[in-house]
Structures are given as C-alpha cells and as structure tokens.
C-alpha cells in the first residue's frame, strides 16, 4: 500500500514538474496550439502534456519497477509514439503516415512482445472462441482502433486524460486482485502522471503564470496505445487478470464514437479521418450544456463502463456481458439519432436539479 502511493506521489510530482520545466521550451520551438478555425480556446497552449506524461511514467518504472524485456519495449514503442505525436502536433501529418506510423509501432508490440489476442473468452455461450494466427494481425489492428479512438476524443479539455485516468484506476483494481504487481504499479504510474497534467490542463490558464496546457496527439496516442496494450496483455492467457469482453467495456465509449463518427462521416462522402464536430461531447455542448458538465456526463458513463464491466464479470458468464455491451452501443446509436430531442430534455431537468441544490 505505501509502495503504490509512493509511486502515486513520484508521478504525480514528476509530471508536474516536467510540465513547468517544458513550457518555456514549447513556446521557443513553437509546439503550441493556435486558436483558429475549428479550435476556440483562447490564447497560444503548449502541446506537452503528452511529453510530460511519457517522461513521468518512464522515471517512475526505473525507480519502482523491475525492468523486464516488456517493460523497456513497451516504454521504447512508447517513445515512438510520443515523438510522431509531436511531430504530428508541430507539422501536422498526413493521415496516411499516422497511420502507417502507428501500424509499425502496434506491430513492435504484437510481434515483439508476443501482444496478441489468443481467445476472445466465451462470448457466444457455446465455448472460447479462438482466433488462431488471426489473433496477431486482429491485435494490431485493435492497437490501431484504440490509439485513433482516444486521439479523436481528444476535443475538450480534461476529456481523453480523464476517461483514461478512470480506466487506468479499474485496471489498478483488477491487476492488483490477480497479484499482477508490474502491471499494477504501471498503471499507478499512469494514474499519477495524468492526475498532474489535469491540474494544468483543466485549472491552468492561457494568460496567468499557472498557465494551460494541452495534451496534443502525442498525448492521446500515448495513452491509448498504452491501453491498449495493457487490456491485451492483461485478458489473455497464461496471466489473464479479467476476461477479454471486460476489456471490451473499457473502451466501449471511445471506441463506439470513433466508429459511429466514421460511418457518418463515409455517409455523407467524406473521408473517415477528417475532423469535424460531431462527437458526441460536441453535440452535448451545443444542446446547451458548459463544457465543463459535458465532461462530467461523459466522465460519469464511461465511470459506469468500467464499473459495470468488473461486476458484471464477477456476476454473469461473458456472453451475458457480451450481450450487455452490444446492447450498450445499440442503445447509443438510438440516443445520437434522437441526441437533440433528449439532450434539451436532460438538460431542462438539470437545471432545475442543479438549482434545487
């Protein structure tokens, strides 16, 4: 117990400082994000929260963690990661070469770490489904879908190092349960590194002296990457801490906006990748609610995920819980085509809550 909030406190206070040392270098390399077209914050935010979180959670496993061969891949392909985010953030990459970029990273992963999907679990209730050698190809390209999908959440500030931060906490949970101390005291690292950068991220300001800053994509595809990988890891055999559709629950937000946004995007005739501003916290905003309470609906739904994930895996078999998350993204894809009608009414209700209170 004082080992993980020693590694909690290390985090948090290297990221925090990482940030202030950081800032000043942002400005004179011009990794900043500028107001303008679809971005309406005010004033020049460093991009370096990604950077600052990657560079905590690297000296924090030095100095707690043992440093097996997974370990120093997974920080290395980390590193990857964070550098052609910043890139990305400073040059802004083509879709094809983030794509391609993260191809070749999720394969160090699949291919270098033996990262891959050996059993789906009972999802159909008639026994494992296994995927056989399909199972590496089918894990980068899950590497791939969660990488994008917390990159494309990434539109409000405290959003995507929020809902990271949850399921970083459940995964602390379930490793911990399983005696999986590596992977535990990683995702404490985690938890601390990110808590740090919300301070700046959510309190900070673009004028004052504690100013804002941003995670930009090196941020986002960090922290899904990683993710990604630990949900992998962590759901299969022969060290399984909780069974594959639990992790499906854990990134069934991100994931069932990225591919709803995608198919209406291809719908109307454009390109999947393009951005825009039909996300579902975006048409939160706009039906009336501050950004800030938009953050708390999406941050409370997918607090639920996680929660519902771990008790429904203790209670019922997986294909229950299967069943359990497809009806969860039937249900959503029912909520954003009536999302204006409902919203105006959850939020006429709000009020009148939030002033009772």
């Known amino acids: 117990m004082e080992l993980g909030f020693g590694i909690l406190a290390v985090a948090f206070v290297t990221a925090f400082v990482v940030v ?12 900043v994000d500028k107001p303008g077209g679809r971005k309406d914050h005010d004033g020049v935010i460093p ?9 905590s959670v690297c000296i924090t496993t030095f100095l707690f963690i043992e440093q097996p061969i997974f370990i ?14 910043m890139v990305d ?10 794509l391609a970029g993260q191809f070749l990273i999720a394969c160090i992963f699949v291919y270098g770490l033996d990262v891959h999907i050996e059993s789906f679990g009972d999802l159909l209730g008639i026994g494992e489904l296994n995927p056989g050698w399909l199972g590496y190809p089918l894990a980068v390209l899950s590497l791939m879908g969660v990488v994008n999908a917390m990159n494309m959440l990434d539109g409000m500030d405290g959003l995507v190092g929020s809902i990271a931060m949850v399921s970083f906490i459940g995964l602390i949970g379930l490793f911990g349960a399983a005696g999986h101390t590596t992977f535990q005291y990683l995702c404490l690292a985690f938890t601390g590194a990110i808590a740090a950068f919300l301070i700046f991220n959510l309190w900070g300001s673009p004028t004052k002296n504690f100013r804002k800053v941003f995670m930009g994509d090196a941020g986002s595809m960090f922290l899904g990457l990683s993710l990604g990988v630990l949900l992998i890891e962590g759901s299969q055999q022969p060290t399984a801490a909780f069974s594959p559709v639990t992790a499906l629950w854990f990134v069934l937000l991100p994931m069932t906006d990225m591919f709803t946004i995608m198919y209406r995007r291809i719908k109307r005739g454009r390109s ?8 579902i916290h975006h ?14 609906v999406m941050l409370i739904i997918h607090s639920l995920c996680v929660v519902l994930s771990i008790v429904l895996g203790v209670v019922f ?41």
């Open 317 to 357: 078999q997986e294909w229950v819980v299967f069943l359990a998350s497809i009806l969860a993204i039937v249900g959503y894809q029912l909520f954003m085509r009536r999302a204006w009608k409902f919203i105006r009414w959850s939020h006429k209700y709000f009020l009148k809550a939030s002033r009772l209170l």
């Open 89 to 98: 953030d400073r040059y802004q990459l083509s879709a094809r070469f983030r």
């Open 20 to 31: 202030k040392m950081l800032k000043p270098i942002a400005y004179l390399v011009n990794l």
């Open 272 to 279: 999947p990748m393009a951005p825009d501003r039909t996300h």
């Open 47 to 55: 991009l370096i929260g990604g950077l600052a979180i990657y560079t």
């Open 283 to 296: 048409i939160i905003i706009r039906a009336g609610f501050s950004r800030k309470q938009a953050l708390y």
């Open 72 to 85: 120093r891949l997974f920080l290395l392909a980390g590193g990857l990661i964070v550098f052609m985010g």
